[in-house]
């Protein structure tokens, strides 16, 4: 620093006052103070360098401007500096230097100030003339890093760093993969699993079209056939092997077959003659545990009749007694009676019957033995499920997670099948069309990406020249500075006056819900309203803006009131009404089968118990006899069903059978009795059989010949209601509710 040597030199200025070199002036009343003589020149009574002279603030004669000096006024006014020690703190007057220290009398900053403010788009530095730290900061348009993986050629504007024009290229050329981007990790991969759930296949997703394909193979495999052994894979299917399952048990009890979904089927036959090796029995048959025992001891009382059991001895005083062979095998496709000379007699019967296999439909009784039917339709037209049969449960659908699909959603990308067996996608349509002055949506509805511009809204048109940049129709431009007319309402254009041009800016956000105005001195203005709006889903009604946004108004109402159908408003704004597979169709109870597909048999269901609104029909017939059952929601379909005799021998105790269940009007019609006359019986059983929930009237018809229509009126409370068929044995009808 140079230390000024100040000279004082005195003089007479033109308007007689007297000039000292310090620019200190006297006027008439007194002359400045000479600082530094040691006299009080301007008759204050202080004296300079005193440090109490008013001056001597302003004005240190002896002050050399460095502060590694001492500086002192001496008693005869002259002027002496010391060296301050080297390392003393000290301030060189540079805004820009820190850990300023005294060397060799000089005052010497050892660092530069730090101005760095932590943003990549401004330039810092010092300047010792800046006001305030010296810190300047220079927006500049260096490349930067806006801190998103999936943008590309960022750019610092206007001191900020903003989003590239382009979005990452994430696709790494392999069509099995879904490609996405993550804004924190980047380039994501997802494989695309192929999985027809077929053994026989060997699953594999080509990369260059991304589809799957399914190769043949020749592994071992089950058909799901359990009567054949060695099945093996040819051409895609699981054949079944050569090998046929030996099912014979050695037990003449039994009558031995293989059933394809559960395999060796052993079915006892019951009351079928055997020998069981013992000298001391006769008429040795199956008992109904497979078990073939003598079921009559030789007894004095045999009475050479094999439909009997003979006990007692009169020799030793006990009575004899006989008791009726009971030749019930258990079995619905047989018919059961007793031969006097050989015992029981089970006769293949026809029909319908259940296998206990629910994947079949329509079994049938064949050769003694139960038959299945067809398979049921397991489809759910869920491309995510595969449809399977489980002869326990019925129909399976088992989720395909991964597989490829379509979720019919145009804004979704990568669309696999969830854990949930639900197409869903995995990745979202990139919309963005790098134009900060359009709105980027996707519309399902609409079928894709919409880009909708923008007039009004504030924006950058990277251009330092330009000022007030806002969308113009779409596009982003600056105003004028030279034309600005000072009206935000209107875009300035031109170099200079008078060559300049003023438009209008027109208001637009593309927002029904909001009302768009514009103000000189504030610019657009988008004021959220109430007015009425289509939120874009046809199956609504009556939308209404709320909050700068359209809100769903009333759903469409689809409802046909028809509880056998699911109700849906599908993308055209038109209702759909599909049918519930199963309902509707009354519970058949006692035929072991889930008629109405709700997942409960027989009297398990609702409809065969007690409800208000089922009620149970109750049949015998004396000899036996068969019937058919024909329902109103099934006109077309008669199930056959069977009634067992009451007992050998013709004793009349009735052994009814529970033959219907349910609210579903019905007619049970008999055949005639022709190998024996004898009665055919029927009542119903109703929980409340006030006129209210039950048919005025009940109508038992004897068929053919008719010499009568017995007709049994409805009775508050009762909870039987018999009537029987002519002793013929004539044919014997149950109508509910009658038409008569």
Request: aromatic letters at 2%; a negative charge.
């Amino acid at each position: 620093m140079l230390v000024a040597l100040l000279v004082l030199v005195a003089g007479c200025g033109d308007d007689g006052t007297t000039q000292v070199s310090d620019g200190q002036s006297s006027d008439a009343t007194g002359d400045a103070s000479n600082g530094g003589d040691g006299n009080s020149n301007n008759a204050d009574g202080k004296i300079d360098g005193d440090g109490q002279d008013s001056v001597d603030g302003a004005s240190k004669p002896c002050d050399d401007q460095n502060s590694c000096t001492i500086d002192i006024v001496n008693a005869d006014g002259t002027c002496s500096h010391s060296q301050k020690g080297d390392g003393e703190a000290c301030d060189d007057g540079n805004k820009c230097s820190t850990g300023d220290l005294c060397i060799s009398g000089m005052c010497t900053g050892s660092g530069s100030a730090y101005c760095g403010d932590g943003n990549d788009c401004t330039t810092d530095a010092c300047d010792p003339l800046q006001t305030g730290d010296g810190c300047k900061h220079v927006n500049n348009l260096l490349p930067c890093d806006d801190g998103d993986a999936c943008t590309t050629g960022d750019k610092c504007t206007a001191g900020a760093c903003l989003p590239g024009s382009s979005k990452k290229d994430c696709d790494d050329k392999d069509a099995c993969t879904t490609d996405t981007c993550d804004s924190t990790l980047g380039c994501v991969h997802k494989k695309v699993e192929c999985n027809d759930q077929n053994g026989c296949t060997t699953d594999m997703c080509d990369p260059a079209t991304g589809k799957c394909s399914f190769m043949n193979n020749a592994k071992s495999c089950e058909d799901a056939d359990m009567c054949h052994m060695g099945d093996v894979c040819v051409a895609g299917a699981c054949v079944p092997g050569a090998i046929s399952k030996d099912c014979d048990d050695m037990n003449s009890c039994t009558k031995d077959s293989c059933s394809p979904d559960v395999g060796c089927k052993h079915a006892v036959q019951a009351g079928t003659s055997c020998n069981d090796g013992d000298s001391t029995t006769k008429t040795d048959m199956c008992g109904a545990d497979g078990v073939c025992a003598g079921i009559k001891p030789l007894t004095p009382c045999d009475d050479n009749n094999a439909c009997t059991d003979d006990a007692g001895d009169p020799a030793s005083g006990v009575k004899c007694t006989y008791t009726a062979v009971n030749c019930d095998d258990q079995n619905g496709c047989t018919k059961d009676t007793c031969d006097k000379a050989n015992g029981c007699v089970h006769t293949d019967t026809s029909g319908i019957c259940t296998d206990g296999d629910a994947c079949t439909v329509g079994d049938k009784c064949s050769s003694g033995s139960c038959v299945g039917g067809v398979a049921p339709v397991c489809n759910d037209n869920n491309s995510c499920t595969s449809d399977t049969c489980d002869p326990t449960t019925g129909c399976v659908f088992s989720p395909m997670a991964g597989v490829a699909c379509d979720d019919m959603d145009s804004c979704t990308t990568g669309d696999q099948c969830d854990a949930g067996g639900t197409c869903v996608g995995t990745g979202m349509k990139n919309c963005d069309d790098g134009n900060s002055c359009t709105t980027d949506t996707c519309d399902s509805i609409m079928g894709g990406c919409l880009n909708l511009v923008l007039s009004g809204s504030m924006c950058d048109d990277s251009n330092p020249g330009t000022v007030g940049d806002v969308c113009f129709a779409g596009v982003c431009k600056g105003n004028s500075v030279a034309c600005d007319d000072g009206n935000k309402c209107t875009f300035d254009t031109g170099a200079s006056q008078p060559n300049c041009t003023h438009s209008n800016i027109v208001c637009d956000d593309n927002n029904p819900c909001t009302t768009d105005s514009c103000d000189p001195t504030k610019g657009c203005a988008f004021v959220n309203n109430t007015a009425a709006c289509d939120d874009g889903d046809v199956c609504t009604s009556g939308d209404v803006c709320s909050a700068g946004t359209c809100a769903s108004g009333t759903g469409l109402k689809c409802d046909d009131g028809d509880p056998c159908t699911t109700d849906a408003c599908d993308n055209t704004g038109t209702c759909s009404h599909t049918t519930i597979v199963g309902c509707g169709i009354g519970e058949i109870c006692g035929d072991g089968v889930d008629n109405d597909g709700d997942g409960k048999i027989d009297c398990q269901d609702s409809e065969c118990g007690p409800s208000d609104i089922a009620h149970r029909l109750k049949m015998y017939a004396q000899y036996g006899g068969n019937g058919w059952l024909v329902t109103a929601n099934a006109p077309n379909q008669s199930v056959q069903i069977t009634l067992p005799p009451d007992g050998p021998g013709g004793v009349q105790k009735p052994q009814y059978v529970e033959v219907w269940c349910s609210e579903v009007p019905y007619v049970v019609k008999m055949e005639s009795s022709s190998q024996f006359v004898g009665l055919l019986k029927a009542y119903v059983v109703g929980v409340d059989m006030t006129p209210a929930t039950a048919p005025a009237t009940w109508y038992f018809d004897v068929v053919s010949p008719a010499p009568s229509k017995p007709t049994l009126g409805a009775v508050p409370n009762v909870k039987k209601v018999n009537a029987y068929s002519s002793p013929q044995g004539n044919a014997f009808q149950v109508s509910w509710p009658s038409s008569k």
